[in-house]
């Protein structure tokens, strides 16, 4: 298991480096417990009262999410998507890593310098066969710790496994609002996506917002891997 710029001590949490321009100045008060905010009722479309936000991204089922969709993610547009107007605490993608794939080297290096806190874990693991990466746990860790420093938690996920977590969160006093599919293709997801909406403050489709999160086929993106420095497509 590996978590990328996860070594330092978890005090870590409380000081904020260099943000994006979307997520206004670092300051040491940035993550200061955050007050009681009984107006915190507005989703992603009325984003006046969400306060800070954190967004947890679980990489693979976006993927899967997307492929779906027939889109293919922009994300920067979803960063800001998601943000908003609300205050950006943290932003976390997790997903597999193949340490020999460069192309996905390349683009979880530039996620990193472009807003995400990448959280990666060895997918050199074979279960059944099939290399599918379980970060399930390292969401609901990252959730409930930084819980006292957020009002709403963004949880980009289909995955009724993490329900739990976001009963937690919400017992400790912030909102949740969960993105995932509102239709899928078998009764398993339909379970997981129903344990999620149970527990969420409000579940929001990916359909209803893919015009504003997909990337224009006339503008493309380009990442380097550190090896050969060629342009390369992102493949998570």
């Known amino acids: 298991m590996q978590f990328d710029n996860f070594s330092k001590k978890t005090n870590e949490y409380k000081e904020l480096k ?17 007050e009681t905010n009984p107006a915190n009722h507005i989703g992603l479309n009325e984003d006046d009262n969400r306060g800070r936000v954190a967004i947890f991204i679980d990489g693979l089922n976006l ?32 997903t597999g890593m193949d340490s020999g794939n460069e192309k996905q080297q390349g683009f979880l290096l530039w996620m990193r310098r472009n807003g995400y806190r990448v959280v990666t874990k060895d997918m050199s693991v074979v279960v059944d066969n099939y290399k599918k990466p379980n970060l399930n746990v390292e969401i609901a860790v990252d959730m409930i710790t930084l819980a006292p420093y957020y ?3 963004i ?6 496994d ?13 909102r949740v609002e969960v993105i995932g599919l509102q239709t899928t293709t078998s009764d398993s997801e339909n379970r997981s996506r129903n344990y999620l909406i149970d527990v969420a403050d409000e579940f929001i489709d990916f359909d209803s917002i893919k015009q504003y999160i997909q990337k224009d086929s006339s503008i493309g993106y ?13 493949n998570i």
Do not use: M
């Open 162 to 174: 993490l329900s739990y977590a976001i009963h937690a969160v919400s017992n400790l006093g912030a």
């Open 18 to 34: 260099e943000k994006p321009h979307w997520q206004g100045s670092a300051t040491k008060d940035s993550l200061k417990a955050k």
């Open 151 to 153: 009002d709403t938690a």
């Open 222 to 234: 380009s990442y380097r891997t550190s090896a050969n420095y060629h342009l390369q497509i992102p």
């Open 63 to 94: 993927f899967y999410a997307a492929l779906q969709l027939g889109i293919e993610i922009d994300y920067v547009k979803l960063l800001c998507r998601l943000t908003k107007t609300s205050r950006l605490l943290r932003a976390f993608f997790y």
């Open 155 to 160: 949880l980009v996920s289909g995955d009724g």
